[in-house]
């Protein structure tokens, strides 16, 4: 097959530093063009990562490049206008999480996308650590056997720390002031103290909520929320009990967050790196205790040498040639929404 043409939307920090520098290293994948609306930062970063073209406007850039995906690094609260307009292109998209600032906006981006005959995958990056990818097949495969049990408890532990990990070092800057750009509307459903404090959930924790439901194989709903907001509580469809604990302390130079899967006879535990640090995949430990009278063991694979971002864009760019289903589809992004509201309507204070 040929390479997988690919255009950039939005070369901002993310854009650069979570995204284009892994894309530009897949053998499989051609970047060809980008849009940026600040013409000096996009001519530095095309210079610097060898793409032939480039935009001011994206909708110019799809009508002169044939492409096989789009990769839009933008701010969240402009998805649905966003994504709205890319889906009439009918081809694959890619963003950052969550799917949109509210969950009208994603119903939007939903309808739009099946107008448009295109899919969208969310960047849940941390589904793509190799950490993650290796505990979900073992979650899945011991549900299957039943060798440990029935799966019982998910625990969620995400403290606040030091995301950035030195991802940011080699971004290029200009001294462009930003362009007035187009923002979707509020949730028409909340007052602005709630929707406040719904974008800033999202904004932070969503990574958790989408997290819980791969781990569990299933959908859930928070059952509690603690005065405190430190903590969530939550319920499977089948009855598993969970919970996210949301920085019960912070870090200033570590990123901390874990998550332990338990069964009856064991369990798995992945400890996961900052979101940009490179080369960095997270760990797995498994423990076992088969009860009839053989030592309890506990064992840790040796994951290859590759961080969650870079593995995405492999992942992306399979999916978009058919190798493999895209990880997290818009679709069940949306339900993430609807957790995060769930939280809110339990959560004290929140007026919704």
């Known amino acids: 097959m040929t390479r997988t043409r690919i255009g950039f939307i939005g070369v901002g920090g993310m854009g650069q530093c979570a995204h284009l520098k892994n894309y530009v290293t897949v053998p499989d994948c051609e970047v060809v063009a980008l849009a940026e609306i600040r013409d000096g ?18 909708a110019e850039m799809l009508q002169h490049e044939q492409l096989d995906g789009i990769v839009a690094s933008q701010p969240f609260t402009r998805h649905g206008t966003l994504i709205s307009d890319l889906a009439q292109y009918g081809i694959p998209i890619f963003t950052e999480k969550p799917l949109a600032g509210a969950i009208e906006q994603g119903e939007r981006i939903l309808r739009a996308l099946a107008q448009g005959g295109s899919w969208h995958m969310v960047g849940y990056h941390k589904r793509s650590d190799p950490a ?25 532990l995400m403290p606040a ?31 602005a ?9 999202v904004n932070y924790y969503i990574h958790q909520v989408n997290f819980m439901r791969y781990m569990l194989g299933e959908p859930y709903r928070v ?41 009856e006879q064991g369990w798995l ?41 870079r593995q995405q864009a492999f992942n992306f760019v399979a ?29 004290q204070g929140a007026r919704v």
């Open 319 to 347: 999916a978009v040639r058919g190798e493999m289903p895209p990880l997290c589809q818009a679709a069940e992004a949306l339900e993430d929404l609807k957790v995060a509201k769930q939280y809110l309507e339990l959560s």
């Open 193 to 201: 103290q709630a929707y406040e404090k719904y974008i800033a959930f």
């Open 41 to 58: 930062l996009g001519q530095a970063v095309a210079a610097k990562y060898g793409i032939p073209k480039v935009y001011t406007d994206y």
């Open 132 to 156: 993650a990818m290796y505990a979900k097949k073992e979650v899945e495969r011991l549900q299957q056997t039943g060798e440990l049990g029935a799966l019982r408890y998910v625990r969620i």
């Open 269 to 309: 535990k992945i400890d996961l790196p900052a979101p940009l640090a490179s080369n960095r995949p997270g760990t797995v430990e498994i423990m076992r205790d088969p009860r009839d009278g053989s030592a309890p063991v506990t064992c840790s694979p040796t994951l290859p040498l590759v961080h969650a971002m």
């Open 161 to 191: 720390g030091d995301w950035i990990a030195n991802g940011f070092t080699d971004l290029v800057r200009t001294e462009e002031g930003l362009p007035p750009v187009a923002w979707d509307p509020a949730a028409s459903d909340m007052d």
């Open 223 to 263: 059952t509690y929320v603690h005065p405190s907001d430190v903590l969530l509580a939550v319920t499977s469809d089948s009855g598993v009990a969970g919970v996210i604990e949301m920085s019960p302390y912070t870090t200033s130079v570590d990123w901390q967050e874990q998550i332990f899967v338990c069964f």
